[in-house]
């Protein structure tokens, strides 16, 4: 048996996320609390705000979550189909693959999204970080989906867009499939994918093949 995982936000759905706008509001709620993040040249991301916010400032952690969730159910309900993502998936069922979702977005969110825009179906595992202990690019949804589905005993690829997904990816052991990933980003993560695809729909040929 074989699985594939996938990433959802602009891997499988075109959604208007912004990760950095995300950061900037739960950087705004931990300074307006008083809370000192330390300087640097590259901007706070969202994990490691939560990571902070959970070791020194725990009391804060849930309003972090609700200012995600907030974006996150703006940005999916105007997702959309990203070309070739039904095929992409479709195709790796045909062919014997064990289909799963592996995303850092919440649960409901994230179902209702899969539902509405017909890829519900066709996944045997969704793995949100409702289920996750922590988020990409930590491999712990990894052991999650091996849990579900006995991914041990499986040849088994990640497919992604992000840096997120390909450190995840390396960390679990996993072949990573980036999507419309640029050289500049795959170079500066040190990631190095099974294959880039700039089309879904090349991805059931790259299954087959492998």
Not at 41 to 67: D, Q, S
Not at 74 to 102: I, N, S, Y
Not at 172 to 198: E, N, S
């Amino acid at each position: 048996m074989h699985l594939c995982a996938f990433d959802l936000d602009h891997t499988l759905v075109r959604t208007p996320l912004d990760l950095a706008a995300m950061a900037a509001d739960m950087r705004a709620h931990l300074e307006g609390a008083g809370v000192c993040l330390p300087a640097r040249e590259e901007r706070w991301r969202v994990g490691e705000l939560l990571r902070l916010c959970k070791r020194e400032r725990p009391e804060h952690e849930a309003a972090l979550w609700t200012l995600a969730l907030e974006r996150e159910q703006r940005a999916m309900d105007e997702a959309t189909l990203e070309p070739g993502a039904l095929e992409a998936v479709t195709g790796a069922r045909r062919l014997g693959f064990v289909t799963a979702l592996w995303t850092n977005n919440a649960g409901a969110v994230t179902r209702s999204a899969l539902d509405r825009l017909g890829l519900g179906a066709h996944f045997d595992v969704v793995v949100t970080r409702d289920e996750m202990r922590e988020l990409k690019p930590d491999p712990d949804g990894w052991r999650v989906i091996a849990g579900l589905v006995d991914a041990a005993s499986h040849h088994a690829f990640m497919v992604g867009d992000s840096w997120v997904d390909g450190l995840a990816a390396a960390a679990a052991g996993v072949p990573f499939v980036a999507y419309r990933m640029t050289d500049a980003d795959l170079a500066r993560w040190q990631i190095k994918p099974a294959v880039t695809l700039t089309d879904l729909t090349e991805l059931p040929a790259f299954l087959a093949g492998r």
